[in-house]
Every structure is written in structure tokens, then in C-alpha cells.
């Protein structure tokens, strides 16, 4: 049976990608190695629409978030985390292990933070250093209006961090016109690579920060030290072979242009929302990222069973909900490597194990509805 | 041009891990993942030699270093760093990061620390906490008597925590019967993968600290989260196609047997000893490493260009001196899948270079003198 991967995270891989991280291992401390890096940063930077420097880290995206913690604020420091899920809540955690004062703003499952609630509690602690806020929400589904948010800290002395984790590369993410100082993401979502690798943006104001910080606390993660070395090295050995099949992705990126791909997920994103809602599904968030889909398992219909049926029937494998989500939501992402063909294929996936389950449903209705939203998109007939 | 890479770091991959690197990106958290998890961690303490824990990690060796020091130390805690070269160094500035007092044993580039030494330090503070120490000294090619090292600190409140990173799998590395309370790799060495992993082992003196270590000043790297987890994940999102290609790379150390490769290792670099000095050259280590040789540049011989040459005529990547021993020393790795005739090769490729650059030198010395240490390890001829 085919295997097919619609995780929100690890995603596909292209081929080309994978068989590049087949080549033998070279060594990292060359010209050519070098070169590659400056490269790859500079292919980042298009991804990320900034002009700022990109620092790549050898870790999970939740590294690349530490990093940001642990270099811009100092123990005792008001951070605002605005909290929306399992990963807002990762920015208090991390706020809290590095003695910082999170101020939370949480907003239920499913909804994204007004940045009405971001202006009045940047009032109520006009102290505050830092915002940290979710751009895709993996663990609900809802994407935050981080292009709102940024205007809002842009005229206090706080730094805005974003996880764009599962974001960049997908939807709209304008980090320097948005005023993002800190914008994260990791290698394993719509860079399409296996994960291993994290990435940050640093703007002026960050860099700022930074580069005052008292030393100690940190090192693995150290920005200051990365971002000397940035225009010839990495402070420690990377995972090189990583960066080099980095390339390749960034390459495919580059070729079919960042705003063409913005625009091709948000029409897969809607061909799939239509497609589910068309089966009598409802979806999960309120305000969805274009990265992935999540919806309600209905009731009467045993979500674990859902999951494992597509599995073991049609080898696919979607996510399910965390912690208190488990069982009550099913997550299919559409980032990356993953096509209209291949959301196409899930919803017919999760048609097919519904009927199966004696859910009520015309047969075919996820994939025309679907399929009809991209017949709009799509070149007009000839005459 | 064939490439050959003989740096102490990143290390060639056999081929059928490279392909496995191709394979299609599976998603992690599943029975399936889990179960590789375990076997390839149950591996790992074959290698290490241990019954404790072991813990991987997304990050470079220092990545893991670090690891053993924020959960070890609190601030203010005294360590004693046994420093012979610039990795001892490493464990000196990760204390100073995370406020520890080091109390530094320096010797001169290329000698051992005497166990004598590390007593002394241990009598004048009995108060220290840990002892940080290198196995492999990859600056200079020393090897620690980390055996030694073990019973002096087992009697003390100190951990001893040891870097092997371009050791373990190379040299003898008896992490249990040495006292090891953290044992540091990284998966670019003679675990025959690329850079993006470390991993380190607890003894249960360790984990006792790190269980009642407070809270804060570690998250990514938090071991308590980390270990509370071993039995069935990770805490953050892996580099799991990196650990899914260990595991191929692990049962070729275990179908050949550990002690087997300790034994061939140790040949392997006695043949690369004598075949250098056959040529006149000098070693570089009092105590040399199993795991590369390093040799001093002669007089006369300008090394920037020796290395070059190797690289330029012959396909061969040797590593230089690092900071001040730039130009001064040659470092020949022969660890992990490079074999006897490799080394053969990169003995034969600087003797060609050397003769090249006018040294003085009997053609064919150095790869003879070599072959004879072979050759009196091999099965004795038929009668």
C-alpha cells in the first residue's frame, strides 16, 4: 500500500530533496560549504520577505523558540504571551523556565487572539519586553493575525516573537513589514525537509537586544555568538547535509515564487474546508491557517478509529488531537510537498472511512465540493 | 576525482545509511517510531557499555555538553575542567555560561591530563560538584585516562561528566565500570551518520541530581523531561530520520562487535603512528588518541599548502590546526567506517605531498612501515 503523510509536521519530502541527502558527507569547514550557507540564508530571507539576517540552528523548531526566550530577556522581564493552543502555551513554559514574567492572554480552542487584547494588555503592562504569539496554531488549526499584531508592538519597546513554525513558506508572512523581530520556523513543514533544523530572523530592534544582553545562561543557542559567525560559519558543528538538501527545497520554493505558493495553499486550504464541510463536518477554527485543516470528529464517530482505519486501509496518516483535543479533532495538513491531488486524495480517504463508520453522507460530496473550488481557479475553458 | 574524508569529524557514512537517508519521511510519534526508539537506544548502551539510560538529542556534540552542565550545575557550583586542548576549553566556557565556577587544570597542547593532577584538584575542592573531562582531545589527538579519572571522582559528591565525542565507538569507553555519571557523543563521529544528533548516558548518581535540580534555566535540553520520557519519546520533534538511519549504522558496530573495532581502531591508528614517523614526521600527542592521528607540520613544510595539495591533487580533506595551532599540525581521522586500506591511502597521499614539497623522505617509507603493523596482525601465513 502507497504511504502518504498529511501530518502537520513531519511533511513530505520531494524526492530530489531526499535522494540529495543521500550524496556523501563533505566536510563543513570549506570555501564551499560556505558558500552553500550563504546561499541557502539568502534563499531563507525571500521565504521569510526580510531583509534581516536568518540564523540557522541545529534543533527542533523548539529550539529555535528558546533561542529567542533566552537571548532577548533577561529573568524578571513581562513577556505577553498570547496563547491559543499547545504552542502559545510552549512560549509560557518557556517564558516561565527562564524566569521570565509570562502575562498570558488565552483565548479557547479554536479561536485566534483579537489584537484588541493584545493592545489592552500592552497597556495594562507597558513594561513588557517581548510578545510571543502563534502565527499557525499546529494544535487547533486557527491562524493569529500576526500582521495586525505587529503594528500594535511595533511603537513599544517590546520585541515581537512569532512561531512560524508551521507557517512560513505557507501563508502570508511579511516578517519585516509586519515588524516581526523574532520569527521562528523549523525545517520538518513547508521547507519540506526532515525536521533537525531550526531557523530564526533577527531585525535591528532584536539585534539590538541582543547584542546587550549580560552574557551567561545561554550558549548552544547563543544569538550574539551566531550571528558573528552568520557571514562565514556556525558557532558549532551543523547538520550540514541538512542545510545542503535545504537548498534543493529552497530552490523548488524559489522557482515557483513565494506569492504563487501563498496563493495555491489558500486555495487548497478552502478546496478542503468546502471539502469537509460539503461532508457535514464542521471545522475546528474559527479564524483556519491555510496550513492545514482541522475539523470536529462528529459525533457518534469514534475519532481514534477514524485515524487508524485510514491508516491501515488507505496508508494514510493524519493527525489526531493533543492532550485534551485527543480523540475530538482530526488534523490533515496541506503545506509543503503536499499538492491539490494529494488533499484530494485525503478527503476522499476520510469520505470513504465515514461511510464505512455509517456516517450519513452522499457519497462524493467532500471531493466535488472540493473539486469545485478548484475548477474556479483553474484556466478557463476554451471557447 | 575521488573524494576521500579524513576529518576527525564529520566522518564518512557507509552507503546503505546514506540510502536509507532517502527513504520517504515517516511521521514520529507512533508504535512503530517508538519501538525504533528503543532499539536504537538499547544499541547505543551496547556502544556505551552501559545499563543506564541514554538520552538522543536534536543537536551538535556541544549541544550535549551543555546538556550535562544546566542540569548537573547550578550557579555558583564549583566544577573542575580537566582542559588538555580546545574541547577541554569547551566544558570551561559552558560553566562560565551557566555561572558555575570552573576551577581550570590546564596542560600544554598535546599532553594528557595526569590523574595525579585531577586528585590534587579534587583534595584542594573537595566541594566541587563535577569533574569535566575529554576522552578524545579532537585539537590535539591526546587521549584522557578517563579509567583513571573514574575511581578518583567516584568517591567524591562530584559527577564526572566526559565528552567523548570522537571517541565512543572508537576507543575503549567502559562508561559503567569507569564511574561515567554523563557520557556525551555526537552521531557524526564513529557512530557513522551525519551531524544533527547527540546523545549522552545517566548514571544513576546523575539522574539523582538532575531530579532534584530546581526548575528553570533549561528547557530543550531539560534531561528530567527528557528521561521521564526515554520509554516511549521525545519531548520535542526529532531529527528522526537521522535516528531511523542510526539504527543501520548501529548494527554494522554490533554485527562487527564492539570490542572487535576497539581492537582494529587501535591497529588502525598504531599503523597511522608508525607510518608518519617512518617519514619523519613527529607526533603531536604524548598520549595519542586510537581515533586520528595528528603529527606536526616539519620544519620547512608550509602545512596550509601541504593540506591543500592533499585536497587539490589527491581528493583528500585532512583537517588543519585549529586557533593557534592554525599551520602547525595535520589531523588524520581513521574512526567509524574508515578502514586499514583508507588509512593506507591517506598515509600514501601525504608522503606523495611531502615528497612534492621537497621533504626529505625514503619513497615508500611511510605506507611499509604501516603495512608491517598490519601485517603482523594478520592471519599467519599457510604453512
Redesign the interface.
Known amino acids: 500500500m502507497k ?1 502518504r ?1 498529511f ?1 502537520p ?5 520531494p524526492e530530489e530533496t ?2 540529495e ?8 569547514r ?1 570555501p564551499e560549504f560556505r558558500q552553500l550557507l550563504k546561499e541557502v540564508v539568502e534563499d531563507l530571507r525571500y521565504v521569510y520577505r526580510t531583509k534581516n539576517p536568518v540564523v540557522p540552528l ?6 529555535g523558540m ?1 533561542a529567542a526566550v533566552a537571548n532577548c530577556l533577561a529573568p524578571g522581564d513581562k513577556a505577553i504571551c498570547l496563547i491559543s493552543g499547545r504552542f502559545g502555551e510552549r512560549w509560557r ?2 517564558c ?4 521570565t514574567e509570562p502575562i498570558a492572554v488565552v483565548v479557547p480552542d479554536g479561536q485566534a487572539v483579537p489584537p484588541e487584547q493584545l493592545a489592552q494588555a500592552l497597556k495594562q503592562h507597558p513594561d513588557a519586553r517581548a510578545v510571543c504569539c502563534t502565527l499557525s496554531e499546529t494544535s487547533t488549526g486557527v491562524a493569529n493575525d500576526v500582521a495586525a499584531f505587529g503594528p500594535i508592538v511595533a511603537n513599544t519597546p517590546a520585541l515581537l516573537l512569532v512561531d512560524a513554525i508551521s507557517a512560513l513558506g505557507v501563508i502570508e508572512c511579511e516578517t519585516d513589514e509586519w515588524h516581526i523581530d523574532i520569527c521562528v520556523t ?1 525545517s ?1 513543514k513547508a521547507l519540506m525537509l ?3 533544523l531550526a531557523f530564526l530572523s533577527v531585525s535591528a530592534k532584536a539585534r539590538e537586544r541582543i547584542e546587550r544582553r549580560e ?8 544569538l550574539k555568538k551566531a550571528l558573528a559567525k552568520l557571514q562565514e560559519d556556525t558557532p ?7 542545510i545542503r538538501a535545504l537548498r534543493v527545497s529552497l530552490k523548488r520554493i524559489r522557482a515557483e515564487g513565494i506569492e504563487t505558493i501563498w496563493a495555491k495553499q489558500s486555495r487548497n486550504a478552502a478546496a478542503a474546508r468546502a471539502g469537509f464541510q460539503a461532508m457535514g463536518l464542521e471545522l475546528f477554527a474559527a479564524r483556519p491557517s491555510d496550513g492545514l485543516t482541522v475539523v470536529k470528529v462528529p459525533a457518534g464517530i469514534d475519532g481514534s478509529a477514524l485515524l487508524s482505519k485510514l491508516e491501515k486501509q488507505y496508508g494514510m ?1 493524519l ?1 489526531g488531537g493533543q492532550d485534551h483535543l485527543k480523540g475530538k479533532i482530526i488534523r490533515l495538513a496541506h503545506m509543503g510537498y503536499l499538492d491539490q491531488f494529494d488533499v484530494l486524495a485525503a478527503l476522499a480517504g476520510v469520505e470513504l472511512v465515514l461511510l464505512e463508520m455509517g456516517f450519513p453522507m452522499k457519497v462524493g460530496s467532500g471531493v466535488a465540493a472540493a473539486q469545485q473550488v478548484w475548477a474556479q481557479a483553474a484556466p478557463a475553458r476554451q471557447p
Open positions: 504511504f503523510l501530518t509536521g513531519p511533511s513530505p519530502v531526499l535522494l541527502l543521500a550524496k556523501p558527507v563533505p566536510y563543513h570549506t541545529t534543533s527542533s523548531g523548539t529550539g528558546e513554559n518557556l516561565k523556565a527562564f524566569r523549523g520538518q526532515p525536521p533537525g552574557a551567561g545562561g545561554v550558549f548552544y543557542f547563543d558549532y558543528t551543523p547538520a550540514h547535509t541538512l496518516k493527525a
